[in-house]
């Protein structure tokens, strides 16, 4: 099975809040991912003694968005919502700012959606 970590934005995992994640894929790797496809979701990356806490299923394929674009719902999936009300940061910076860059940002990322199938924690 194949992996993805959450890192930062574990806790909002774990509470089964976030249900979307960006990821800035290269499209040979994206192209490996389907709706359907079951993933084992770590609190970081395994060669650094991450840890499965969930399984997830994508619910569609993995699409592509500029960060600018995002729709304001995906505050909440995103998590963010959460993230920010527990005082959360990565590299100093709030999920507000980081939303707030990310509305600024042309650059492109790959979209993924998805549900809890198992949560291990």
Avoid: H
């Avoid at 507000?96 to 949560?119: G, H, M, N, P, S």
């Amino acid at each position: 099975m194949r992996i993805i970590s959450f890192a930062w934005t574990t806790p909002a995992v774990i509470k089964k809040i976030k249900t979307c994640t960006r990821r800035e894929w290269d499209d040979n790797y994206a192209s490996r991912f389907n709706a359907g496809d079951f993933l084992a979701g770590y609190d970081r990356n395994p060669r650094y003694e991450g840890s499965q806490i969930t399984t997830i299923k994508l619910t569609e394929k993995p699409y592509k968005e500029r960060y600018c674009d995002v729709p304001d719902s995906d505050w909440f999936t995103e998590g963010f919502e959460y993230l920010q009300s527990i005082g959360a940061k990565v590299r100093g910076f709030s999920p507000r700012q980081i939303w707030l860059e990310w509305k600024a940002d042309t650059t492109q990322c790959y979209v993924v959606r998805f549900e809890y199938c198992e949560t291990l924690i």
